[in-house]
C-alpha cells in the first residue's frame, strides 16, 4: 500500500493558514513546530494534522502563487475526500471563506473549490457512490 503522508506548503501568514485549514479539519492538531533556515532566509514551520497525514507549512514565502487562470507551470489544485462536504462548506464560510468555484454536475459525486490564504486551490468531493467506474466518470 502507498498513500499521500503530507504536502508541503511555502506561505506568508501561518495563522491564516491555520484559521482555514482548522476549519476544513476540526480534529487535527499542530504535531510539531519550529524555527530553522532555508536557504539563508529564517522561517517558522509546522506539521498541521492527524497521526496519519499533515499538512506541512513553513512562512518563509515570497510573492504571489501561480495565477490559477494562466498556463504557468505550478500546483494547480489538491483535494479532500469528505463524507459530509455541507458540513465542511459551512465551517469554512462560517471562519470567513467563499466558495472560489462550484464543482461540475455529476450524479455520482459532488465538489466544490476554495482559495486558502495563500492562494492554494483546494477541492473537496464528496462521492454519491461506491462503485469506483461512476466515481471517476
Known amino acids: 500500500m502507498m498513500q499521500l503522508e503530507h504536502v508541503n506548503l511555502?506561505?506568508?501568514d501561518i495563522e491564516a493558514m491555520l484559521t482555514f485549514y482548522r476549519a476544513v479539519f476540526p480534529h487535527w492538531r499542530i504535531r510539531d513546530q519550529?524555527?530553522?533556515?532555508w536557504s539563508g532566509k529564517p522561517r517558522t514551520w509546522l506539521h498541521f494534522?492527524?497521526?496519519?497525514?499533515y499538512i506541512a507549512m513553513s512562512d518563509?514565502?515570497?510573492?504571489?502563487?501561480?495565477d490559477l487562470d494562466g498556463h504557468q507551470v505550478g500546483f494547480a489544485h489538491f483535494a479532500y475526500v469528505t463524507d459530509n462536504l455541507d458540513a465542511v462548506i459551512t465551517r469554512l464560510q462560517d471562519a470567513g471563506f467563499e466558495i472560489a468555484k462550484?464543482?461540475?454536475?455529476?450524479?455520482?459525486?459532488?465538489?466544490?473549490?476554495f482559495l486558502d490564504p495563500a492562494g492554494f486551490e483546494v477541492e473537496f468531493v464528496e462521492y454519491l457512490t461506491d462503485i469506483p467506474e461512476l466515481r471517476n466518470s
Open 10 to 12: 511555502v506561505v506568508k
Open 34 to 37: 519550529g524555527k530553522g533556515e
Open 49 to 53: 494534522g492527524d497521526d496519519y497525514h
Open 60 to 66: 518563509h514565502g515570497e510573492g504571489d502563487n501561480r
Open 102 to 113: 462550484n464543482g461540475g454536475d455529476n450524479p455520482y459525486r459532488k465538489n466544490i473549490y
